[in-house]
């Protein structure tokens, strides 16, 4: 059986934030996949990121899909606005959802592509009656909030349960994991059934971010 086709998702939370159009030119020219961009609203998570504007200036230069991360509340008031400024795909968190279907069904209908993520303590279980309706699921693998965290080791576990209730459901979803995914711990992710890595650190602590992205790709052979 072929491994499925592994895509690359640099974060640019931990780019230099003086330098977000040198960061945004290197995942271009990267064999990065798509950009990933933390929206932090100081509620739902312990920290601010930014917002409509930067995506907006952002969408300017990348060449490649934006993924709008929405670690906020009440993601539905800004899904809109987040279409306008450019997000190709929109992910909003199970937890901060009261309405989830209908969250799924307002970033379809608006054009975008719609994720669901979940925190570390949250069971996959919980999606079983939505997944059928989101393309993305994105599993954590640090608690939200803050980047170059250290990677919780049960998140292999929780891959394999999002693996199985896809092949229990037929439906069609990737399966993407965010944070604290490094060189020692990759090819772990991968060989659980990670198709998505959503890698800031690791990329952007490294003297050459083009060869870190690189090296990522090759673990899909």
Partial sequence: MNKPTLLIAPSLLTADFLELGKAVRMINRSEADRFHLDIMDGRFVPNISFGMPVVARIKTLASKPLEVHLMIEEPERYAEAFRKAGADCLIVHYEACIHLHRNLQQIHSLGMKAGVAINPHTPVALLSDIISQADLVTIMSVNPGFGAQQFISHTLEK??????????????????????????????????????LVTGNTVFSSKDPVAAIRRLRALRN
């Fill in 159 to 196: 891959i394999g349960q999002v693996s199985r209730l896809i092949r229990d459901t037929g439906a069609s979803v990737q399966i993407e994991v965010d944070g604290g995914i490094d060189f020692k711990n990759a090819a772990s992710v991968i060989n659980a059934g990670a198709q998505v």
